[in-house]
Structures are given as C-alpha cells and as structure tokens.
T-cell receptor, first 116, second 112 residues
Framework: DGGITQSPKYLFRKEGQNVTLSCEQN?????MYWYRQDPGQGLRLIYY???????QKGDIAEGYSVSREKKESFPLTVTSAQKNPTAFYLC???????????????FGDGTRLSIL | SQQGEEDPQALSIQEGENATMNCSYK?????LQWYRQNSGRGLVHLIL?????REKHSGRLRVTLDTSKKSSSLLITASRAADTASYFC????????????FGQGTRLTINP
C-alpha cells in the first residue's frame, strides 16, 4: 500500500545533540512538508519542498534543517539551536503544488521528540 | 495571523447525535480542507471545498463554506464512537505556494 512512513516513532535528544527524523513516501508525490504540533495545538509549517533539490522555509524554520536529494525522502534535522524541540513532528506530501492546487495532503503517523 | 480558528475547542455528545464544528479565517482563500486526527496519529484528509463552492457532502459529513463571512462548518451526522478525534480546518491562501494553515482544532468526544 502507498503511504508515508516516519521513523522513529519516539526519539529522545540530549542537550547539544542534533537528531534526524526520517520521512519516506511511495506515493510519487512531488511536494513534501514538515509540521510541528505542540499539545492541544494545530500544526505549524517548518519546511516544505516542491521538487527535488529545492526547499523553502515555513513559519518556524529556525533551529531546523532539511534536504531533498530524492523524491521519496525528506529528512528533518532538529539542531542544537532549537531550544524547545519537544513536540510531535508530522511529515506530509501532496501530488503537486502551486497556488491554484486543490490537492489534499497525506500525512505520516508522526515522530514524538522529547528532551532527556 | 492567517491561522483559522475552530469553535468550539471541545465538544462532547452522545452517540447518534449530530456534531457541528465551525472554522473562521481571516483572508481570501483558494480552498478549505477538513482533517481528522486520532490521538497520537497523523492527520487524515476528510473533505476539500473550493472557494466557489457553498456546500459539499461525503457520507455522513457535510461541509459548508461562506466566503462572505470567512467561515466554514463541518457537520457529522449520526455520530459514532469511532468519530472521537480532533478535527482541524486548514486553509490554502491565494497568494504563494500551496501552504496549509491549520487552526487549533476541535476535540470531539462521542459518548456511548
């Protein structure tokens, strides 16, 4: 079955450590997105990518980095510069982008990151 | 902020009753989407309504959109225990790339 796989499901970070969250999709979607969700809150966009080797900052990109070397993969690195990384991280993809696009986004099941 | 706002923040009803959730937004949109999130899981797309549409149905779901009031509502009829989840509206704005802006969600509890 096609879908989005995020790993690991749970991740713990020590102070000063960078950690990388994996996101893989086999839906052949062009666009991929990373969101952060805090308890009882909606989703906030961290980074998004419309095509391989290209990505743009979202609303809360500081302390995060991404790469898009393959269409299927969009890993997110939470750097030590992100002082409050504890949150639920969700990856999503959609078939195409553009301001006139009317495509829904498909989500993975998330990674919960906590500080040790 | 361009963020949509859902109302109420929490809703608890008996199984079989109808549930209505509302969403308001601030600027002109391309489309509005509703998503469901079960506890600890990712979001699942429910329905998309374009800015030139006023009402849309999908099974037990009915979505309305009033662009003059910048608001939308999601109605779930004949609720079931499995409908217990958080529901989010997300808007796609006309300017810029397709970026979904989510509200804070309505937490729906269906009591058996």
């Amino acid at each position: 079955d096609g879908g989005i796989t995020q790993s690991p499901k749970y991740l713990f970070r020590k102070e000063g450590q960078n950690v990388t969250l994996s996101c893989e999709q086999n839906l052949n979607h062009d666009a991929m997105y990373w969101y952060r969700q805090d308890p009882g809150q909606g989703l906030r966009l961290i980074y998004y990518s419309q095509i391989v080797n290209d990505f743009q900052k979202g609303d809360i990109a500081e302390g995060y980095s991404v790469s898009r070397e393959k269409k299927e993969s969009f890993p997110l690195t939470v750097t030590s510069a992100q002082k409050n990384p504890t949150a639920f991280y969700l990856c999503a993809s959609s078939p195409r982008t553009g301001w006139d696009s009317n495509q829904p986004q498909h989500f993975g099941d998330g990674t919960r990151l906590s500080i040790l | 902020s361009q963020q949509g706002e859902e109302d109420p923040q929490a809703l608890s009803i008996q199984e079989g009753e109808n549930a209505t959730m509302n969403c308001s937004y601030k600027t002109s949109i391309n489309n509005l989407q509703w998503y469901r999130q079960n506890s600890g899981r990712g979001l699942v797309h429910l329905i998309l309504i374009r800015s030139n549409e006023r009402e849309k149905h999908s099974g037990r779901l009915r979505v309305t959109l009033d662009t003059s009031k910048k608001s939308s509502s999601l109605l779930i009829t004949a609720s079931r225990a499995a409908d217990t989840a958080s529901y989010f509206c997300a808007t796609v704005f006309i300017q810029g790339a397709q970026k979904l802006v989510f509200g804070q969600g309505t937490r729906l509890t269906i009591n058996p």
